[in-house]
DNA sequence: AACTTGACTTCAA
DNA sequence: ATTGAAGCCAAGT
């Protein structure tokens, strides 16, 4: 059987596959969607291993504050920027306007939803 | 077993 | 709005 970061890992892909184009989430977001509330700095994790880095919009996942994580002066940093411009989304000094760019998944609007959810993926 | 390391988050100044 | 400290947790040393 796999592990539960295996698993992890999977949900981690798949939740950051249903982000639109054009809009961003977090890492945090992406974490508790898995079904991993707390576990942030994994998805970043799982993401920097991801093994189909080419399909996954890896993108579109930034900061809690709307900023992007990696260090400024990185590539990584300006390849992201570059790629959440092609896709229309505004960054100012590596920073989104959550308020117009923020995806809205399914739960973030309730804790209820969120249990409904999870219950669909893990059974 | 102890300590460090992140593509993190929250909260208090 | 910015900044820093503390909290977080699996992996790697």
Redo the contacts with the bound molecule.
Sequence with gaps: MS????H?RQQVYFWVKQIPKGQVT??????KLAGF?????????A??S?PD?QRLP??R?????GKI???PDSD?YAI?QKLLQQEGVIVK?G?VDLKLFAWRSPLESSDEALDIRAEEFFR
Aim: proline fraction near 3%.
């Design positions: 592990s539960n970061m295996e992890f977090s890492y945090g977001t992406i974490a509330p707390r576990h942030a700095r994994h998805v970043s994790k993401l920097g991801a880095r890896w993108q996942v930034i900061g809690a504050d994580a990696f260090s990584h992201q000094k920073k």
